[in-house]
């Protein structure tokens, strides 16, 4: 049922699905303020401190995004963004609170629709381009998207998902960057300029959906002050960004990692937005020098991908690399500094908090340490009786100026206790304030009494030269209990028993002989989500 709210002293129809499907605030997180630069006002649109106080600033001729296809300003994005929220007002009929689903690799255009829909007061619900029907189906259904603006080339998915989609009421397309898409003509025709709703700090902004690494996806509520937080805290503090800067990623825009990295970052900085529609780690390398790019942000694997085609490419102008969305293995951490003389800022964040609460940089990191938790959070560890412990090792609670609010999900009570969000990873905190990964709470094998940790196995197959990826899982076994199994993927040909014997030797070597995998099989590729982390579950679903 629709509501009438005023907004910035003007009268609005608005939808209240999402606040009143937001969990009990009793079982909400301890959401703290506590540095200056966190004091957001009440009314608050994150698009408008995002791009158009940068206008409004004098700073409306610099570049705000760049790629193949061209360059636009940031008075260019304003003026699309503008256009894209008087056709969602007038054409679609949108009112504050409605869900516009975005969909389509990262392009220009597609941050555009992403400052339209907040300009407008909608409710962004980015997606992965490459999901299909049967998972956009469930996001569609849970998230009651009222509105789509969907890459054209990415229709064949789309439509089925649309049709069987009951909420569904108007949808426009967009041709990448080529300017020649049905959504850019409509705009085309429209005046120019556009009043954002000036929402309130608390109402929602974003429904980001998880990855999935754990089983179904859950669709994670961030308001206005959620999208402005990552940046005023770790981006600020930790990377010390400055003006013009160019920031480019393999991470969609619909992974919040992405979002962080080549929309929030740059425009809450001034910078650029170096955007790829593939970012895989050739294409991903190539760009680095083609755009000259300064921080680079992509997961362990892709950095693990490049090394071996650095020769002749020009990375001069890189400052800063930043490595999250999976556990960093030492040995691609050495591996890549050895390289190219940077040292990997390492990086835990996660879908429920925005983005990255741990994390170091500079003189700060210590090798094998994810790092000192980031101005304005809070961290510690948990004991078996949910206590925060000064040191030690258990698992990892956080809490600052995100958290975790589920939309409509009983999950909520598992990932936020006593005020806490508790990410499902095990770590150990040092008497110096260090974070040291131990594994994900689930991947600790038990066998004949011994804890094993599977990321500790991982690491030492990955320093072999035969091993291009690896997820080690337990295996039921009936004289130990689990046992430690390893799918491999090779980095050249295929495997066979004697490459299995001796990647056995090498973890033995590397690592206590015991945690060495006593079942090794050989794979084509793992099983990962749309942003490229290792679904273990399916791999631990598989062995039961």
């Not at 381009?129 to 789309?158: C, F, N, Y």
């Not at 992974?255 to 790829?276: D, E, H, K, Q, Y």
Request: charged share 20%.
């Amino acid at each position: 049922m629709a509501h009438i709210r005023s907004l910035g002293g003007v009268e609005h129809l608005t939808d209240p699905f999402v606040r009143e499907r937001l969990p009990d605030p009793a079982s909400w997180p301890r959401l703290q303020f506590d540095l200056p630069e966190l004091q957001y006002p009440d009314r608050l649109n994150a698009a408008v401190d995002l791009l158009d106080k940068a206008c409004e600033a004098g700073e409306g001729d610099r570049i705000a995004v760049l790629n193949d296809a061209g360059s636009w300003t940031y008075s260019e994005m304003r003026d699309l963004s503008d256009r894209i929220a008087r056709l969602l007002v007038e054409d679609g009929r949108l009112v504050p609170g409605n869900r516009v689903l975005l969909r389509g690799p990262n392009t220009c255009m597609l941050i555009a629709c992403w400052f339209g829909v907040l300009k407008a007061g909608g409710v962004a619900v980015t997606t992965m381009p490459m999901l299909r029907s049967a998972e956009l189906g469930p996001i569609l259904a849970k998230g009651r998207v009222t509105h789509a603006l969907v890459d054209a080339r990415t229709l064949q998915d789309w439509r089925h998902a649309a049709d069987a989609a009951e909420d569904l009421r108007w949808t426009a397309t967009f041709d990448g960057d080529a300017g020649t898409g049905a959504l850019e003509t409509l705009i085309a025709s429209l005046e120019a300029g556009f009043s954002p709703v000036m929402t309130r700090g608390d109402d929602p902004a974003l429904i980001a959906f998880t990855s999935g690494t754990t089983g179904q996806p859950k669709g994670c509520v961030h308001d206005h002050r959620s999208l402005l937080a990552p940046a005023d805290s770790f981006a600020r503090h930790v990377l010390q960004p400055e003006p013009g800067m160019r920031w480019c990623g393999s991470p969609p825009i619909a992974f919040t990692f992405g979002l962080g990295a080549l929309v929030l970052f740059p425009f809450r900085f001034l910078g650029t937005s170096v955007t790829l529609e593939k970012g895989s780690p050739p294409d991903l390398l190539a760009a680095i020098g083609r755009h000259r790019v300064n921080l680079l942000f992509t997961a362990p694997t892709a950095y693990k991908a490049m090394l071996p085609h650095l020769a002749g490419q020009d990375v001069s102008t890189l400052t800063t690399c930043v490595s999250a969305g999976e556990h960093l293995p030492p040995a691609i951490y050495d591996a890549w500094e050895k390289a190219t003389g940077h040292r990997l800022v390492n990086g835990i964040g996660a879908t429920e908090m925005m983005h990255i609460f741990i994390s170091a940089a500079g003189d700060d990191i210590v090798p094998g340490a994810t790092g000192k938790v980031v101005p304005g959070y809070e961290a510690c560890v948990l004991d078996g009786n949910d206590n925060p412990m000064k040191e030690g090792e258990g698992r990892l609670a956080v809490r600052g100026p995100t958290g975790c609010r589920y939309l409509d999900d009983p999950r909520q009570a598992s990932y936020v206790i006593g005020g806490w969000n508790v990410t499902g990873d095990t770590y150990r905190l040092d008497r110096e304030g260090y974070f040291h990964y131990v594994s994900r709470s689930d991947d600790i094998i038990v066998s004949s009494g011994y804890n094993i940790a599977a990321p500790e196995v991982e690491n030492a197959l990955l320093t072999h030269d035969a091993v291009a990826e690896c997820a080690v899982v337990a295996a039921p076994d009936p004289d130990r209990g689990m046992i430690v199994k390893a799918y491999v993927v090779c980095a050249a040909g295929e495997g066979d028993g004697a490459l299995a014997k001796a990647l056995q030797d090498h973890v033995k070597a590397t690592i206590a002989p015991y945690k060495y995998p006593r079942a090794v099989e050989f794979v084509g590729e793992l099983p990962k989500t749309a942003t490229g982390k290792v679904q273990r579950y399916r791999l631990r679903e598989k062995e039961a």
